[in-house]
């Protein structure tokens, strides 16, 4: 799931494409990662580091949605800053979790 919402655009486009869905699926899917995540805080079973890094997205993420209708087009996705802020808020937390979490290259 970072793996997607940090991304190039064109990438991210492809996947809402393939899934035949809007570029909000983008952040409903980083949603369920979230609330997992908050229930695995709750139960002190993750770190409160990496529950901090995954704020930082969702800080990211709701700045998106805050920045009305517009921002759902494809070119959005491509040119606005929102988005740019919140790939690369996904980018550094993918990057930093990698090793501690084991996650793959692999976009899916």
């Known amino acids: 799931?970072?793996?997607h919402l940090g991304s190039l655009p064109e990438s991210q486009i492809a996947?809402?494409?393939a899934l035949d869905v809007g570029a909000?699926?983008?952040l409903l899917e980083f949603d369920d990662v979230m609330n997992t995540?908050?229930?695995h805080r709750?139960?002190?079973s993750l770190p409160e580091e990496d529950f901090k890094l995954?704020?930082?997205i969702d800080s990211a993420a709701?700045?998106?949605a805050s920045?009305?209708?517009d921002i759902w087009s494809e070119e959005s996705l491509r040119r606005a800053p929102e988005w740019e802020a919140l790939r690369k808020a996904a980018r550094f937390t993918r990057c930093t979790l990698k090793e501690s979490w084991d996650i793959s290259d692999d976009p899916s």
Do not use: F, P, S
């Open 37 to 39: 995540a908050r229930a």
């Open 62 to 64: 709701d700045a998106v």
């Open 15 to 17: 996947h809402i494409q």
């Open 54 to 56: 995954l704020q930082k």
């Open 24 to 26: 909000d699926e983008l």
């Open 67 to 69: 920045a009305g209708v």
């Open 1 to 3: 799931m970072l793996n």
């Open 42 to 44: 709750y139960e002190e």
